[in-house]
């Protein structure tokens, strides 16, 4: 089969993982990708001139527009990370394609972003530095934190709130755990398990979210929730923008309810300019980077590219949980997952 001829996977992003692309060129596809960050005029001009069996979603947005104008020939869509923000869900299972995610493939990198924004805000690294470059030496009119004896609050124990809390307890932390979706009664892995948010809250010294963004979580930790926690708490927010209410963070942050935030993800991306997210004294800002690791992003690369292979060749993708919409996988494959 020449080049030509190939059936085409378009990514909406500059650039993929190389071992991703050689994977899908073995498997006899042809990859092609859009800019940086494809807005739907580039998107929908880039399906038109490649007509793609499949989109390795990156960046983004993928609404109904978008897939009817890959129809009839799209049957896949493949998230590059554990999420699937950016695709519109019911407009997947109204035209019945494939949803499919890198479930877990990331999980170790963020997870060590995470425990790195809790360490420098612990020690207040950023403003620390901050003076040492405008001539200040604080060695002895400053106090830091030590992590060893905290109270960690984790929303979230799939694959990176497990790992955050492994971590956690190798620094000496005491871990408490909320996930309402985990069976049985206990956790698959160490910390100690609460039956509500509210339960958790009170005693969460540094908080770090870990769950996906959805109908239930789209506002989950707002004015209230952050009246809650001790004074002088830290967030740690590396999942999904919407789940924190950014303006009740900001006032939570003035008000010294909290001490720190280290965030990664928001709501608009990128921040515009002048956004006080990016120039707040108490907010430690990285962009969206927990995952942009060697190992994070050839694993959400190579995750979704075999997901892509698996479906169109009948059969279910290798990571667990990574078929979010069926589509038109058959109802055996599915019964045996």
Not at 247 to 268: C, M, N, P, R
């Amino acid at each position: 089969m020449t080049l030509a001829n190939r059936p085409n996977v378009l990514v909406s992003a500059a650039r993929l993982a190389p071992e991703a692309v050689e994977m899908l060129e073995e498997a006899g596809y042809a990859v092609h990708c859009t800019s940086g960050y494809p807005d739907e005029q580039e998107l929908l001009a880039q399906i038109a001139a490649h007509r793609p069996v499949a989109i390795l979603h990156r960046q983004g947005i993928i609404n109904a527009t978008v897939m009817d104008a890959a129809a009839p020939g799209l049957a896949v869509l493949a998230r590059h990370g554990a999420g699937i923000d950016g695709i519109d869900i019911p407009a997947a299972r109204a035209r019945g394609l494939t949803v499919t995610r890198a479930a877990g493939a990331n999980s170790r990198s963020v997870a060590e972003h995470a425990m790195a924004l809790m360490l420098a805000m612990l020690k207040d690294i950023p403003s620390v530095v901050g003076n040492m470059r405008d001539g200040m030496w604080e060695k002895t009119s400053r106090m830091t934190r030590d992590i060893d004896g905290m109270t960690l609050g984790i929303v979230g124990y799939g694959a990176i709130g497990s790992k955050v809390a492994r971590l956690a307890t190798a620094f000496g932390m005491k871990v408490l755990a909320y996930d309402p979706y985990l069976p049985g009664a206990g956790l698959p892995g160490p910390g100690e398990r609460v039956a509500a948010l509210i339960d958790l809250l009170p005693h969460a010294e540094v908080l770090t979210l870990h769950c996906p963004l959805e109908a239930e979580t789209r506002g989950l930790i707002g004015a209230t929730e952050l009246a809650l926690m001790p004074k002088g708490a830290i967030l740690v927010h590396t999942a999904r923008g919407g789940i924190v209410d950014q303006e009740a963070l900001l006032a939570a942050l003035d008000s010294g309810q909290l001490s720190w935030a280290g965030i990664d993800v928001f709501v608009k991306e990128p921040l515009e300019e002048g956004s006080p997210f990016r120039t707040h004294p108490r907010i430690v800002p990285t962009p969206h980077l927990a995952a942009n690791t060697p190992r994070g992003a050839t694993g959400m690369a190579c995750g979704a590219a075999e997901s892509i292979i698996a479906v169109l060749a009948g059969r279910l993708p290798a990571l667990p949980g990574a078929v979010v919409v069926p589509g038109g996988l058959p109802a055996h494959l599915l019964a045996s997952a």
